[in-house]
T-cell receptor, first 114, second 118 residues
Framework: GENVEQHPSTLSVQEGDSAVIKCTYS??????FPWYKQELGKRPQLIID?????GEKKDQRIAVTLNKTAKHFSLHITETQPEDSAVYFC?????????????FGAGTQVVVTP | GAVVSQHPSWVICKSGTSVKIECRSL??????MFWYRQFPKQSLMLMAT?????????EQGVEKDKFLINHASLTLSTLTVTSAHPEDSSFYIC??????????????FGSGTRLTVV
């Protein structure tokens, strides 16, 4: 089955700096790669996603890149703000024909200090 | 749109009792529901996949007799934790694909259930 690895486990950045989180996946059939932000005790919130036919996607301060050959994808947050502090999860879906199960990375605790 | 309502949001039960968690799709038909468990400071671990009208598929290491999943209709999937023990205390959350079109939709999550077994 799919195995998703995520690094780093914790990330401290100064407000205004950039944050980068990296994930690798194992199943070449994976074609959907979402990123979620989760606050304590809450459901994951989708912040951006990318599909395997696209190499990069950007939404304001957030961007995701995908390298299918290397089986890795990354989340980039620019101009970080204190409200960006949360746990971020990457995930991968390995069913090309329908929406299959999502496998999550281990998570990254991001702390943005003013 | 594509809302999944999950109840209860939290529950405290005594060791040995059973607890039922419901996930209901409000404005779409959820033929598939994924059930996750999340321990503190850990990731979401997939427990099982339920499909309407058929038996659930459990991930390796998940006891199917302990975690009973029923998906009796296109809008309701339930997870029953039977004979709960303190080690079952966790955050349980369901998720459903929003649509069949591979390039539209994504996944929608319930709000989660915090289970505490005392």
């Amino acid at each position: 089955g799919e195995n998703v690895e995520q690094h780093p486990s914790t990330l401290s950045v100064q407000e205004g700096d950039s944050a980068v989180i990296k994930c690798t996946y194992s199943d070449s059939a994976s074609n959907y790669f979402p990123w979620y932000k989760q606050e304590l005790g809450k459901r994951p919130q989708l912040i951006i996603d990318i599909r395997s036919n696209v190499g990069e996607k950007k939404d304001q301060r957030i961007a995701v890149t995908l390298n299918k050959t290397a089986k890795h994808f990354s989340l980039h947050i620019t101009e970080t703000q204190p409200e960006d502090s949360a746990v971020y999860f990457c995930a991968a879906s390995a069913s090309p024909d329908s929406w299959g199960k999502l496998q999550f990375g281990a998570g990254t605790q991001v702390v943005v200090t003013p | 749109g594509a809302v999944v309502s999950q109840h209860p949001s939290w529950v405290i039960c005594k060791s040995g009792t059973s607890v039922k968690i419901e996930c209901r799709s409000l404005d779409f038909q959820a033929t598939t529901m994924f059930w996750y468990r999340q321990f503190p400071k850990q990731s979401l671990m997939l427990m099982a996949t339920s499909n309407e009208g058929s038996k659930a598929t459990y991930e390796q290491g998940v006891e199917k007799d302990k975690f009973l999943i029923n998906h009796a209709s296109l809008t309701l999937s339930t997870l029953t934790v039977t004979s709960a023990h303190p080690e079952d205390s966790s955050f349980y959350i369901c998720s459903a694909p929003r649509g069949q079109d591979s390039f539209v939709g994504g996944y929608t999550f319930g709000s989660g259930t915090r289970l505490t077994v005392v």
